[in-house]
């Protein structure tokens, strides 16, 4: 296990250092090669807080690669390491860095280039520094996936846990270039960040916790139209997760911010669709097959952007629809009103997101689909592509939940952690489609035998519950 090393005392740590640096004899003069550098100011703070001497010469070569090595005596710098006895790997001995690499090593920040040997001399890339800080500064699991292109990255969990904390923005929109070397200079952006940020900025999450998506219910009454409901999707129809480790399978996400370059869209459901620019990146995560949803979840505005059947032709964007919703509210688009998916509602709030789960808990409700539902939807959904008005057929925004005696203890930790949220959240109809499939994000993370056994599972074993007068909060 890595040493604890909370980011309050890492401010703590940066602080000490500077200030000891005002008064020292020993700080290294001005380096001459960095001036007008895009990581100037990095530099400088790396060498007023004395974590570094450069590269030799008066120089620090801010974009020479970084060797493992060097980033072991970076990282034993910076987090006041303490000594050890221990001689983890067999190919640094006699290396100048063997002390920090031992250190890094009993710290549990690093376990080698495999597990006899440290590769002190290779070239560090982005992916394996990612590792090193999130277990080096103990950073928090990451909320969402923010990348596009670290998909088959071992280090991708700790990538996510570094964007999160805003001590990486990528290499460019949407990508962070897991297997490109790190420069000095980069290192030294990445240490001044991790070392000064007071941490992650307050998350923006999925809609308030008083919205419908948002509020468990485990406590409210049986339809009394329950059975009939269930019997019309399919009381003997399996479950089934519409996701899993095949990156071609479920529904992708895209992270994106102020930085991320705006598309204008044409639309074919145009008087039902938003008309703004949507912040579409190079290359985005879009959704296989016919409805080529394209979602993105734009962290800095904290604002929702969503698109059906997605196109890029002539340079310029076509979809069927597209909708956006202010994340900090509970506003409902107008009555009558489609968005990416055929109930007017949101998509992202009722995936199931890799994160959520391996953060041991979802607390919102699933989106799930039917074969045939009725010409009329219920709060929250807003709009309605039905069959006709046969009562037995569900209306949009029909809300579910296992029941409550369902025995789930033989079943996957990821599994269990879907199947509880199932019961205390519930399902939302949002589409038509298969029965009971409900929707997750693509990640290669799933373990898919745990999602499998979820096919156990049948219809019957579900609920409709009586959502009359159940709203979101102002």
Not at 234 to 252: K, M, Q, R, T, V
Not at 278 to 297: K, S, T
Not at 378 to 401: E, K, Q, T, W
Not at 431 to 460: E, T, V
Request: hydrophobic letters at 35%; one cysteine or more.
């Amino acid at each position: 296990m890595a040493r604890p090393f909370h980011r309050s005392v890492a401010l703590a740590l940066s602080l000490s250092l500077l200030s000891a640096a005002t008064v020292s004899a020993e700080v290294v003069p001005p380096f001459s090669d960095i001036d007008g550098h895009r990581f100037e100011q990095d530099i400088e703070w790396m060498r007023l807080a004395e974590l570094t001497q450069g590269c030799g010469g008066g120089l620090f070569c801010p974009d020479a690669p970084v060797t493992r090595g060097q980033m072991a005596r970076f990282l034993d710098l910076a987090l006041e390491l303490p000594p050890t006895t221990t001689d983890a790997f067999g190919d640094d001995n006699g290396n100048v860095h063997e002390d920090s690499i031992n250190r890094l090593a009993a710290a549990g920040i690093t376990t080698g280039c495999d597990p006899s040997r440290f590769c002190p001399r290779e070239n560090v890339t982005r992916g394996q520094m990612a590792s090193f800080l999130a277990r080096g500064f103990d950073l928090p699991l990451a909320t969402r996936d923010w990348f596009g292109d670290d998909d088959r990255s071992p280090h991708q969990t700790n990538i996510n846990r570094l964007a999160e904390s805003r001590i990486t923005t990528g290499c460019r929109h949407v990508r962070f270039c897991p297997d490109d070397t790190v420069t000095r200079g980069q290192m030294a952006a990445f240490l001044h960040r991790a070392l000064t940020s007071s941490g992650p900025p307050e998350a923006c999450t999925l809609f308030p916790a008083s919205n419908v998506w948002n509020k468990r219910i485990d406590g409210l009454s049986v339809a009394s139209n329950s059975g009939t409901m269930i019997t019309t999707i399919g009381a003997n129809e399996d479950l089934h997760p519409d996701f899993g480790e095949y990156l071609g399978y479920g529904i992708p996400i895209n992270v994106v911010g102020a930085s991320t370059p705006r598309s204008t869209v044409t639309f074919d459901y145009d008087d039902e669709s938003d008309h703004v620019p949507y912040p579409v990146p190079p290359g985005p995560r879009m959704e296989g097959g016919g409805d080529r949803h394209i979602l993105m979840w734009d962290v800095d505005a904290c604002r929702l952007y969503e698109l059906f059947a997605a196109e890029r032709s002539g340079g310029h964007w076509y979809a069927g629809s597209g909708a956006t919703w202010d994340l900090e509210s509970n506003a409902l688009r107008p009555d009558g009103w489609t968005s990416a998916d055929a109930a007017g509602l949101p998509i992202l709030p009722g995936l199931v997101r890799y994160e959520e789960v391996a953060s041991g808990a979802i607390e919102h409700a699933i989106r799930f689909t039917a074969p045939r539902t009725r010409d009329a939807h219920i709060y929250p959904a807003r709009h309605h592509a039905g069959d006709g008005n046969a009562s037995s057929l569900p209306p949009m925004g029909l809300r579910v939940r296992l029941k409550a005696g369902f025995d789930i203890d033989g079943f996957g930790p990821q599994a269990q952690v879907i199947l509880t949220a199932m019961k205390e959240y519930g399902m939302i109809l949002a589409d038509n489609g298969s029965p009971w499939f409900f929707s997750g994000s693509s990640d290669i993370r799933w373990d898919d035998d745990q999602l499998n056994d979820l096919k156990a599972l049948r219809g019957s074993d579900f609920e409709v519950v009586n959502t009359h007068g159940f709203v979101s909060g102002p």
